[in-house]
């Protein structure tokens, strides 16, 4: 047999099949099965190297084998923050001789005599190795405490075994944010945004809302020392708007008291009424008045269609928690939503999910990580407008939002934003290659 005829193409004649799916038939809450997994170059999510470097002063240990240290490193690296991290390296011997714990508080205890000055917190992340093999992580952290009292220890996880049941790493590492914090007399004006990677913008409705009634405003974003973050336990309501905090937020107040409120981004009028009311009410203030608000956001929309006419849009749960929610409200208000990219659907989105389902049943449904969208990324530009960077991605577009994890909006403003966003892309090419593969978009030295 020639040589030529025993070479395959392996990407020949792939099918779209399980990797595209109609939302007439889609299935909640896991339109598509799991198997193995393909990560796109689109990057400008934050991970848990970027998030837990949010408190001030902290140290970063990981404590895992050679491979799995690579991409951490280079995230510190990338971040300009080499200085707050370390790592202790899991080797086949010790698995072999069962001195895993012995490494781990040997190591740990190694990198901090050594470290120029010592830190309030030490944020050690062990792996799936030492749940694999079964070790002792109670009495590590016990052990590293007794030998330095003077520092906090958080135990923290880069496990991808822990993805798919109990609290994912991302909902443990948002919580683990603020165990360091120690209990103060609270202050009745005080309120402490909580679970955002991003700071909340200040002219978002929640912000504003809060201002004008003179509350002191906590935000681990904001802090400088370790001391102005321990000064977020002085506040009665622990606010989070991201569906991974809410855990988070839940723990924290019955650990410190005070109370957890949950004011959900959504593109919904009668949510973000009903939210601002609530929490208006709890921290026993007038609610916001709401005149003009809808026929604002109405006008806005208009003006935004007009502009971008009948040009495909795609969007990826990168942008915001609730894709089919932007959906929903883009499609209702005339915009040729065509795809959303989604691995799976939050209970949150549950009722959008099911409106769009009878509304729009052609809705196209595509997954971010199954390994055939290794193989389904448009080689040509495409015409299409893409809110989120892995829509831009896959739709190999120049015109799309770079904006991650809500990018700090909330309230009608979120929705206002958006459309001013969407606007720009539409006028403005940007450079897709160059722009997705930056880390943890707007962290520290991630720019």
Known sequence: MRGDAMLKKVNAGISHEGAEI???????????????????????????????????????????????????????????AQER?????????????GDMEELLIEGVSDIIEKLPKRPPVVLVYTSCMHHFAGCDLGMMYKELEARHPDIVFIDCY?????????????QLMRSRLYMPLKEREKKENA????????????????????????????EI????????????????????SYPSAVMGGDMLAERLGGIHFYFPLSYDYDVIEE??????????????????????CEKAKKEAKALIGEMPIAIDYTYCPKPLGLAKMLLDAGFNVQKVYLDAIIGEEKEDFLYLKERYPDLLLYPTVHAKMRFMAAKEPGDIL???????HFNNTKHFVNVVEGGGMIGYQAILQTLEYMKEAYLEEKDVRNLIQIKGMGCGGCQ
């Open 22 to 80: 109609a939302i007439k038939d889609a299935a909640f809450p896991s339109p598509f099965v799991s198997g193995l997994e393909y990560a796109s170059p689109a990057r400008g999510m934050w991970n848990i190297v970027h998030t837990g470097m949010l408190i001030p002063e902290a140290h970063e240990i990981f404590v895992c084998a050679a491979s799995c240290l690579r991409g951490v490193v280079l995230t510190a690296a990338e971040m300009g």
């Open 85 to 97: 991290f370390s790592t202790v390296e899991i080797k086949e011997q010790n698995l072999l001789n």
């Open 158 to 170: 880069m496990n991808p075994i822990m993805r798919k049941s109990g609290m994912t790493p991302d």
């Open 191 to 218: 309120v402490a945004i909580i679970g955002n990677d991003l700071p909340m913008m200040k002219e978002s409705d929640l912000y504003v809302f809060l201002k004008e009634n003179g509350m002191k405003i906590h």
């Open 221 to 240: 974003t904001s802090c400088k020392t370790y001391e102005e973050y321990q000064e977020m336990a002085e506040s009665s309501v622990y606010i989070s």
């Open 275 to 296: 939210k601002m009311t609530e929490l208006a009410g709890l921290l026993g203030v007038s609610a916001p008045g709401f005149t003009g608000k809808r026929e604002q």
């Open 386 to 392: 893409a809110i989120g960077q892995k829509a831009a």
